[in-house]
């Protein structure tokens, strides 16, 4: 079984190690066909990548901070993501069929 922390973040990298997160690999863009059933993966995936984690029979622990909208776009370090409570949330998510008809309804 193998853990992947996926983040473009210097940051977060930083957070998860002094967490004391056992990591075997700290990615910035991940393939989810190297994901296998009993691996981990933690970050803030798009909700589909996520899915698709899911659907492998990995488990999603998803990087969550209470973020300002004033902070959005900006590096933080791992002071700021302790203050705006960075944690790791397990979520289980499944995709529906997709919707084809996308068409506007008038009333």
């Avoid at 210097?10 to 075997?24: E, F, M, N, S, T």
């Avoid at 698709?52 to 370090?77: F, N, P, Q, T």
């Avoid at 084809?100 to 008038?106: E, G, H």
Wanted: neutral net charge; contains cysteine; proline residues 6%.
């Amino acid at each position: 079984m193998t853990t992947w922390f996926i983040t473009r973040h210097p940051g977060a990298i930083d957070w998860a190690r002094a967490q004391q997160l056992q990591v075997d690999h700290f990615v910035s863009h991940l393939d989810p066909a190297r994901v296998q059933a009993g691996d981990t993966v933690m970050g803030s995936l798009p909700v589909h990548l996520a899915a698709d984690i899911c659907e492998r029979g990995a488990r999603y622990l998803h990087l969550s901070v209470d973020l300002r909208a004033e902070c959005r776009g900006k590096e933080l370090s791992v002071q700021e993501l302790r203050q705006f409570n960075a944690r790791l949330r397990p979520f289980l998510v499944t995709a529906l069929p997709a919707v084809t008809d996308t068409t506007p309804r008038t009333s």
